[in-house]
Nanobody, 115 residues
Framework: QVQLVESGGGFVQGGGSLRLSCAAS????????IGWYRQAPGNQRELVAT???????NYAHSVRGRFRISRDNARSTVYLQMNSLKPEDTAVYYC?????????WGQGTQVTVSS
């Protein structure tokens, strides 16, 4: 079993930055892919970025060049650095991983970007 706890969300003006953290209860060395997803009101949950145990990253087109995902296995934590935030980035952000064939999600953290 894996527990994921997100933090770092908040309210920010457009153009600002936030850094989200996802702390895992299991050493992230044992977790191949960890991803950040987001869900805005009335929308489906969508992929934001993923990172593999080898450090390979993948980004949604809408955030490429503005967001950066990283992982610190010593701290069992994955980060999402979000720069140049836009009002359309407003959503609840979740981290997710898969362990032994089971998907695990955190509880989410709210990000609100004003125009």
């Amino acid at each position: 079993q894996v527990q994921l706890v997100e933090s770092g969300g908040g309210f920010v003006q457009g153009g600002g930055s936030l850094r989200l953290s996802c702390a895992a209860s299991r050493n992230t060395l044992g977790l191949n892919v960890i991803g950040w997803y987001r869900q805005a009101p009335g929308n489906q949950r969508e992929l934001v970025a993923t990172i593999t145990s080898g450090g390979n990253t993948n980004y949604a087109h809408s955030v490429r060049g503005r967001f950066r995902i990283s992982r610190d296995n010593a701290r069992s934590t994955v980060y999402l650095q979000m720069n140049s935030l836009k009002p359309e980035d407003t959503a609840v952000y979740y981290c997710k991983t898969n362990y032994l064939g089971i998907d695990y999600w955190g509880q989410g953290t709210q990000v609100t970007v004003s125009s």
